[in-house]
């Protein structure tokens, strides 16, 4: 008799009020077998609160290899294993995506429990376009990096959401600013769904200019209006400038050209063809 393999699921948990789970992320908290939290702790407060008594296990961006295997094992014996993160739905900018991966790759169902999310919320309600739009989480933090990103941010047309913490809040803001002008129309979302969330709207040079008086204070998700196009037409040297950048960020010539002719006038060809020297 071949053993059935259990479901590994992935519930959604409120990012700041308790009253944004939903019944079905509480009826599977209380049915599977285990759960693998982000912190123990965090996910306890939560559990007391709904009065679930489902066990926990730790598993985290520090969790060493050998969890992974344990957590599959324990899928591939037919339990079913609960993945929450602290606040919103796992896997998304999260260490969660390793432990999909990896039962996907063992056949074992993964199946999504929807709850809110940062990125959705602070888009929905930024007045910002919605109908195109990437996420970028945390922007790098080695300099070379960061700035091979920013240098794509720069042309990129679509709505731009990031995280970011409030320490870094100013860096990244000048850094912004610095790419892709300081006129750029940004949304500020700051503690949403808790008792001090806030919007603020404007351009980067006035949030700049805010949060030099002010310390920045919770959790922010970034949404960046997204270049026009008649930002689009940049001068060979901006061109020769942007080419660079990334390919010391680590890509091939080709790929630099493929990336940057999505984004100007000009074909793969023509930039790939420059002279850098």
């Given amino acids: 008799m071949t053993l059935e393999l259990g479901k590994l699921y992935l519930v959604g948990t409120p990012i700041g009020n308790l009253e944004d789970i939903t019944l079905r992320a509480i009826r599977i908290l209380t049915e599977v077998d285990l759960i693998a939290a982000e912190d123990t702790r965090h996910t306890g407060k939560l559990l007391k609160h709904l009065q679930i008594s489902t066990p926990q296990i730790s598993y985290h961006e520090h969790s060493p290899h050998s969890r992974i295997e344990e957590l599959t094992n324990k899928l591939q014996q037919g339990h079913n294993i609960a993945l929450v993160t602290d606040a919103g739905m796992p896997s998304i900018s999260d260490p969660g995506v390793k432990l999909v991966s990896a039962a996907i790759a063992l056949s074992i169902p993964v199946i999504p429990i929807p709850g809110g ?19 970028e989480g945390f922007l790098p933090t080695k300099e070379q990096e960061r700035q091979a990103r920013l ?3 720069r042309s990129e047309t679509r709505t731009v959401v990031l995280y970011e913490a409030p320490h870094r809040l100013i860096k990244t803001l000048t850094d912004l600013a610095t790419a892709v002008g300081e006129e750029r129309e940004i949304v500020l979302a700051r503690e949403l769904t808790k008792m001090h969330e806030e919007f603020w709207r404007g351009n980067l040079q006035l949030a700049i200019a805010l949060y030099a008086q002010r310390q920045p204070k919770g959790e922010y998700t970034l949404v960046l209006q997204g270049a026009k196009e008649s930002n689009l037409i940049m001068s060979e040297e901006e061109l020769k400038v942007e080419l660079q950048q990334l390919l010391e960020s680590g890509m091939t010539r080709s790929q630099a050209s493929r990336q940057l002719a999505k984004s100007t006038n000009l074909s793969r060809r023509e930039i790939y063809q420059l002279d850098l020297c």
């Fill in 151 to 153: 240098a794509l941010l």
């Fill in 117 to 135: 999310t940062a990125v959705i919320s602070a888009l929905a309600a930024s007045g910002l376009p919605t109908d195109k739009f990437i996420f």
